[in-house]
């Protein structure tokens, strides 16, 4: 059976730190879907249609990645597209204490087990909300991404 796993996230915007853990989960997976979680109460910052595309490009090469949104439980659209993992990112011990809580709770009301990638040390410090906040000031954020964001797009 294909092993299938979903890295959910925010991705407001994609960064290089998140790439790097897609791939580094597609060489252990045979598809990685991309689930950029969408809560109506929560307004974007970037357009969500604007980074699916941006995500798309970064991985046009790459047959085993697709991004897809999603809104209500991560465990429940695991499911939906038939997987059993969630793939998440470790910067630090402030990502552990969440990634722990919130791993225990997919395992028990959905049976999805919780992959924890730790980050590479190059990438270890790139956050969205750093990228959002260099971004605010009308700074390139360019080195920050996998792909080319121009300045100035219109943002909430
Ligand atoms: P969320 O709002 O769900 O935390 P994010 O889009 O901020 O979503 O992050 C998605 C996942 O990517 C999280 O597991 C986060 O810890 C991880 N992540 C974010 N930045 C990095 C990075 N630079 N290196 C490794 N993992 C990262």
């Known amino acids: ?26 060489q252990i ?9 969408q809560n109506s109460q929560k307004k974007r910052f970037f357009d969500l249609e604007m980074m699916i595309d941006c ?5 046009i090469n790459d047959s085993k990645v697709r991004v897809e949104v999603f809104s209500g439980l991560t465990a429940e659209f695991a499911k939906q597209i ?3 993992y969630l793939v998440r990112g470790l910067r630090n011990t402030t990502d552990f204490e969440y990634e722990n ?20 040390p190059e990438y ?3 956050s969205s909300t750093i990228v959002r906040d260099i971004y605010r000031y009308g700074e390139n954020v360019d080195e920050y991404l996998p792909y080319h964001l121009p300045l100035n797009l219109k943002t909430n």
């Open 55 to 59: 995500i798309e490009k970064t991985f």
């Open 124 to 126: 270890a410090y790139i």
């Open 82 to 84: 038939g997987s059993n």
């Open 1 to 26: 059976m294909k092993k299938i796993a979903l890295f959910p996230g925010s991705f407001d915007p994609f960064t290089k730190g998140h790439a790097d853990i897609v791939l580094r989960a597609s």
């Open 101 to 120: 809580t919130i791993a225990q709770v997919n395992q028990k009301i959905g049976q999805v087990e919780t992959v924890l990638l730790i980050t590479s």
């Open 29 to 37: 997976f045979d598809e990685v879907v991309i689930g950029i979680g």
